[in-house]
């Protein structure tokens, strides 16, 4: 029986829909005919894709290159992916607007756009300077003033989020794996205490001061001891979009973890108790 574990996530506001397949050592079959309709009707993106990820046929993605980079979706999220000068907003990795890494990013990578296209690289060109100067990044700490969470997750919480989004699109390098590997570390630590039960109850959010009634009021709200022991450590959406890239590394242990922490989420468990829309 097939250990593969398809993990599926959508982002509505984005029209974004992705797939990722954890093969776990399964050889993955494609289907010829679907991918020679593909290519005799799809879009520039689209047959791109099928053309480098499918049938590894680097020639032919190559002849498609620059009728994709004409594309004009494709070049509003090279626009939206490249950032200003100065930038749009102080938080230019994590946010809703469209400009923002982890919107544009995941909608080139879509498209077909990947670390080795000189267009991709010019418009992450801001990301990956930060992340060579990491304390130019990590606001999020800064802006909390949470003194007690020291935990890497934590408290490089932008930083982690930067080197899976590069990671995603192919972008390599020693200091992206350094955090990518790190994170893996503390995800894998927290799933192998098989917490499912994250959230305040009701009557312990009446009690809660200082905090706006939007998240007061939420039934998702994480318990604040949880965050402070374990940090960021629960396996979010950004770590599972990066984390099929470590496989690459061809490390029995790192796989190990990344199996365990697929595990983690694949449970019934986990579907049952945690909310669509938080973390994954």
């Not at 590894?56 to 004409?70: H, P, Q, R, V």
């Not at 989020?161 to 893996?184: H, R």
């Amino acid at each position: 029986m097939s250990n593969a574990v398809l993990i599926l996530f959508r982002m509505p506001s984005l029209c974004v829909e992705f797939i990722f397949i954890y093969d776990m050592g399964v050889k993955k079959m494609v289907d010829t005919k679907l991918c020679d309709w593909l290519m005799d009707k799809a879009d520039a993106p689209v047959r791109y894709r099928v053309a480098r990820e499918l049938l590894k046929d680097e020639k032919t993605a190559k002849e498609i290159e620059g009728e994709l980079l004409e594309n004009p979706v494709v070049i509003q999220w090279l626009n939206n992916l490249k950032p200003h000068t100065p930038p749009q907003h102080w938080s230019m990795e994590h946010g809703s607007f469209d400009f923002c890494l982890e919107n544009a990013l995941l909608k080139i990578v879509q498209l077909g756009l990947h670390g080795g296209l000189p267009q991709v690289t010019d418009a992450l060109e801001y990301y990956i300077g930060k992340m060579k100067n990491i304390g130019s990044m990590d606001f999020f700490n800064d802006k909390s003033k949470n003194t007690g969470v020291f935990y890497r997750k934590r408290e490089m919480f932008c930083a982690i989020l930067t080197a899976n989004f590069l990671s995603l699109a192919g972008i390599k390098d020693e200091i992206t794996l350094q955090y990518m590997l790190g994170s893996l570390d503390e995800m894998y630590n927290f799933t192998q205490k098989k917490i499912y039960d994250i959230y305040l109850s009701e009557e312990a959010r009446r009690r809660l001061t200082k905090v706006p009634k939007v998240w007061k009021n939420s039934d998702y709200f994480i318990k604040p001891d949880l965050v402070r022991e374990h940090g960021f450590s629960y396996p979010l959406l950004y770590d599972i979009m990066g984390l099929h890239t470590l496989y690459d590394l061809k490390n029995p242990e790192v796989d190990r973890k990344i199996n365990e922490v697929i595990s983690y989420v694949s449970k019934d468990e986990f579907h049952s108790k945690i909310a669509d829309g938080y973390g994954l």
